[in-house]
């Protein structure tokens, strides 16, 4: 096997997919994994087939206004522009792609080109979606429980100031009528904050310790 073919072969294997761009944005090569992406995007054509197309039309996970604009940061300015975690509705709601845009300097007085790496972190994404939720729900549980901690003191000695009045001989019917209706309304509080440190215990347990977690889809940011 010759130095060229041992270099495609080991391009093919990798789970990157690899795109190079001539200056005027046309395709000059893309290994197995870019031609899978360039399928899942719409783009059902033979990999000798898409050479020598335009970016847009072959790899529309931009638009030609904006490979343009990559052009002009990446070829005429020398920058390299990377996106971690971009969304790419066009293949699902669900998912994300990183990619890598680099100049890449043309020999034999050829002009340089755009070296383009796209890997799909889609299943990354979800996990860091899930921690997030999680984190969210560990801080709402945490404030709940100082919540109801807070309700709890005032409304003990709400119930102990009313029942000890309701003892007391010198009070009126009247007021024996209000005290008592106060009693029942602190206990019907109180009930009401018992289910709730249930139902959030019972929350937190299934969430922070193996519950099921579920992946949702999220829009295109802007």
Same mark, same amino acid.
């Given at each position: 096997?010759?130095?060229?073919?041992?270099? &495609?072969?080991?391009? +093919?294997?990798? !789970?990157? %997919?690899? =795109?190079?761009?001539?200056? #005027?944005? /046309?395709? @000059?090569?893309?290994?197995?994994?870019?031609?899978?992406?360039?399928?899942?995007?719409?783009?059902?054509?033979?990999?000798?087939?898409?050479?020598?197309?335009?970016?847009?039309?072959?790899?529309?996970?931009?638009?030609?206004?904006?490979?343009?604009?990559?052009?002009?940061?990446?070829?005429?300015?020398?920058?390299?522009?990377?996106?971690?975690?971009?969304?790419?509705?066009?293949?699902?709601?669900?998912?994300?792609?990183?990619?890598?845009?680099?100049? &890449?300097?043309?020999? +034999?007085?050829? !002009?340089? %080109?755009? =070296?383009?790496?796209?890997? #799909?972190? /889609?299943? @990354?994404?979800?996990?860091?979606?899930?921690?997030?939720?999680?984190?969210?729900?560990?801080?709402?549980?945490?404030?709940?429980?100082?919540?109801?901690?807070?309700?709890?003191?005032?409304?003990?000695?709400?119930?102990?100031?009313?029942?000890?009045?309701?003892?007391?001989?010198?009070?009126?019917?009247?007021?024996?009528?209000?005290?008592?209706?106060?009693?029942?309304?602190?206990?019907?509080?109180?009930?009401?904050?018992?289910?709730?440190?249930?139902?959030?215990?019972?929350?937190?347990?299934?969430?922070?310790?193996?519950?099921?977690?579920?992946?949702?889809?999220?829009?295109?940011?802007?």
């Amino acid at each position: 096997m010759t130095t060229p073919d041992r270099l &495609l072969a080991a391009l +093919n294997h990798m !789970r990157a %997919g690899v =795109l190079v761009l001539e200056a #005027d944005l /046309t395709v @000059g090569f893309l290994n197995a994994a870019q031609h899978q992406w360039m399928k899942r995007l719409g783009v059902d054509r033979q990999p000798s087939d898409l050479v020598g197309t335009s970016a847009a039309d072959s790899y529309p996970l931009f638009s030609k206004d904006e490979w343009e604009g990559i052009a002009t940061r990446v070829v005429t300015y020398g920058e390299t522009i990377r996106w971690t975690k971009l969304p790419c509705p066009r293949v699902n709601p669900a998912s994300y792609v990183s990619v890598d845009l680099i100049r &890449l300097d043309g020999d +034999n007085g050829r !002009r340089p %080109g755009i =070296l383009c790496m796209t890997e #799909d972190v /889609t299943h @990354g994404a979800a996990v860091d979606r899930e921690l997030i939720k999680k984190e969210r729900l560990a801080l709402v549980g945490q404030t709940s429980v100082a919540l109801l901690h807070e309700i709890s003191n005032p409304l003990a000695a709400i119930l102990g100031s009313a029942e000890a009045l309701l003892f007391s001989r010198s009070l009126g019917l009247e007021a024996a009528k209000r005290i008592e209706a106060i009693k029942l309304n602190a206990l019907r509080i109180a009930e009401i904050t018992r289910k709730l440190r249930e139902l959030e215990d019972l929350q937190l347990t299934e969430y922070l310790h193996g519950g099921p977690v579920y992946v949702t889809a999220e829009p295109r940011s802007s």
